[in-house]
């Protein structure tokens, strides 16, 4: 009997999460499809009903519902802790979130241990609890920056210890820049469409900085390619995107999916996508 599993989001169609587990599939010869859902926000509860009802046994959830969907789902203790859930499962009535999975397994891709590095993270969204989380279990100093600065500093006080939190203006952002190991952006800002935005300044970027942008579609966000034009480590979001649903399919499956040919399957797209 085919297994379906999905993920729901809005928008949903630059999504290549079906390319990537449906490769997975294939490469293990396992009778499962992945397929995408357009869920608006007013219908989320819905959704989640009728996937329930419709026999689907596992979900993924991208934005913008990562944390408006624990109001359906009981949340296991990370995802409870983190604040969001970006995995379902429907067997186990249960939702997860690996995105934590996905910030650790693309930082160690790269030889990147987090260890007590200084972190700049943009944004205050569902990702970025899950990539915040991260940096405290592994005890760096968090410096949050969002546009709405009230936002970032709510979760600045959930986390506690020595994470603060700071607006996006350049004069605050640039000494905290120039101080940090690594900045991490966790903001849609450069996604496919709007592919020609930065979500900051690139004249703060230094050398000696490590780039890391959870935006995968384009796999180069122009945040990216100006990092790199200073000299700067850069991991694009095809590898969070690939560990996170690793895990997923963990989840879901209970068996080790190909790594190697997920990725794959996502640059490929990529690819087809910008040539």
Known sequence: MMRIFGVIGDPIGHSLSPRMHNAAY????????????????????????????LGIQGLNVTVPHKEAVMAFIDPDPLAERIGAVNTIDFIREKGYNTDAFGVTGSLRSA???????????????????????????????????????EKGERLADELGGSVTAIGLERERIAPVIAESDILINTTSVGMYPEVDKIPIDPDLLHEDLIVFDLVYNPQKTMLLGEAERRGCLTIDGVKMLVYQGAESFRIWLGVDPPLEVMEEAVREGLKDMYG
């Open 111 to 149: 030889g990147i241990d987090l260890g007590d590095k200084r972190v700049l993270m943009l944004g205050a969204g569902g990702a970025s609890r899950a990539v915040a989380f991260s940096c405290v279990e592994a005890g760096c100093k968090l410096v949050i920056s969002n546009r709405t600065k």
């Open 26 to 53: 294939r490469a293990l010869e396992l009778e499962c499809t992945y397929l995408p859902f357009r869920v608006k926000s007013e219908d989320l509860s819905e959704a989640i009903r009728g996937a329930k009802a």
